[in-house]
């Protein structure tokens, strides 16, 4: 199964709006690689190559060429078009055309190969990639501090109910109509807790089902 497809499955339901668009961004990489396949074809692959591995390696190089994330923005392209092997360490070696900031509206990416051919097109996929990690991590993050705050509720009533037990189990100097009230309180906060994290709790995570 494709990945889009396999992320599609594994949907929350309720949460649908607050993925990654996928299906977008891989259109965008799609018209990136056509361009760069008009700008800048492939050499020819040796004729006693197989045709698997030609698709194969097309494709790789293709992938790793994409924004030049295997060259440094003060070096030459080849002539031929084929990618120098050394050149992939640049990743590693903090070289790589690409720099991402923290800023107060979350990471942003400064794409440095926006003057080479097709560049602009490949600032406008960066841009759309922040946009959409962003929104996912915002979302995330809200989600984080709900379940923070549904368990500090739960255990604030985890400590009244100790606190109760332990008086109905010694109820020296307790009348009823005070225990009554006690009970009734705790309920009511027992009812509205169980209801606020119901409501922030995916159905499908409440019934163990996968979709």
Known sequence: MKFGKELSSQM???WQQAYMSYDYLKKLLKEIIKLKLRTNPPPHPPPHQAVSGKRLSRKMTLYRAFSGL???QGR???SSGQINPSLETDIEE???PILVNKTSN???TMFLMTAEEGGEYELIFFRRLDDEFNRVEKFYKEKVEEVMNDAIMLNKQMDALIAFRIK???PVG???EERTVEMTRLA???ATSTAAIAASTPSKTRTGKII
């Open 12 to 14: 929350v339901p309720e």
């Open 70 to 72: 295997v060259q440094t």
């Open 76 to 78: 030459k392209r080849q």
């Open 94 to 96: 903090g070289n790589a």
């Open 106 to 108: 979350g990471l942003e």
């Open 168 to 170: 109905v189990e010694n």
């Open 174 to 176: 307790w009348g009823w």
């Open 188 to 190: 009511s906060d027992v």
